[in-house]
């Protein structure tokens, strides 16, 4: 029986060597897979299409590997400031840039990548030229910046507060007043006294009237959006 006994106990800790091997050479696949650099700069060059199943495919692989391999999504993420770093002059090569920030910001905001704020919020004006109309196809770091919302309000505060360019303060107070919320509302409150460009003046002013909402207290009223809208395009 003892001998048994002991016969058992080696087996059990044979085993769960194995096992702890066998783990140790997954997670190592697991790292590999995802640190191997040319597959990534593939999946990275595939973003520079306008679209189709080799983009669709190339998301798809970026966000389950970055939601699922240890590790990967910081990799991933890190890799795609890098690149959306190096294009944001729409002079040249202007189709795939635009085409790598169109579907990189999009990934990072459904990586909710508060890393890449810096970034996104730096080119919150980085436009395809065609439409001034506000959606991820024609002014995706300032949609991505939406999206990942809060967390963005006090980095947006300093571009308000500080940029030089009346145009960025403008794009800043939009996105500030989108996300909504208290912390929204102090920093559009703050910015109204000291903002000189007539038009983001007025748009400050609006939306804070906009936020006066019963049913959603600080968030633009749905009954003056129209109107907050017209004041962001200065009309």
């Known amino acids: 029986m003892t001998r048994f006994l002991i016969v ?24 590999a897979r995802c640190s191997n650099g040319t597959e990534l ?31 990967c999504r910081t990799q991933i993420v890190q890799a795609l400031i890098s690149r959306m770093a190096l294009a944001t002059d729409l002079t040249t090569n202007n189709y795939e840039n635009y085409f790598l920030w169109l579907h990189g910001a999009s990934l990072l905001a459904e990586l909710n990548a508060t890393e890449a704020l810096d970034l996104l919020i730096s080119n919150l004006n980085l436009s395809d030229g065609w439409s001034t109309s506000i959606s991820e196809s024609h002014l995706p770091a300032l949609v991505a910046v939406l999206k990942i919302g809060l967390p963005a309000i006090p980095k947006l505060q300093i571009v308000l507060s500080s940029d030089s360019q009346a ?54 009223s749905s009954a003056l959006n129209g109107k907050w809208l017209s004041a962001f395009y200065c009309r």
Do not use: M, W
Not at 8 to 31: D, G, P, Y
Not at 56 to 69: F, M, P
Not at 174 to 202: H, M, S
């Open 8 to 31: 058992s106990a080696f087996v059990l800790l044979a085993i769960n060597a194995v096992e702890a091997r066998s783990q140790e050479r997954t997670q190592s696949v697991r790292f």
């Open 41 to 71: 700069n593939k999946s990275l060059d595939a973003l520079k299409l306008q679209g189709g199943d080799t983009v669709y495919k190339a998301a798809e692989s970026l966000l389950t590997k970055a939601r699922t391999v240890r590790g």
């Open 167 to 220: 145009h960025r303060r403008n794009f800043a107070a939009f996105a500030i007043a989108y996300i909504g919320g208290t912390q929204a509302r102090r920093a559009l409150t703050n910015a109204l006294p000291r903002e000189t460009d007539p038009c983001v003046k007025n748009f400050l002013r609006i939306s804070l009237q906009a936020f006066d909402n019963k049913a959603s207290p600080n968030h633009i």
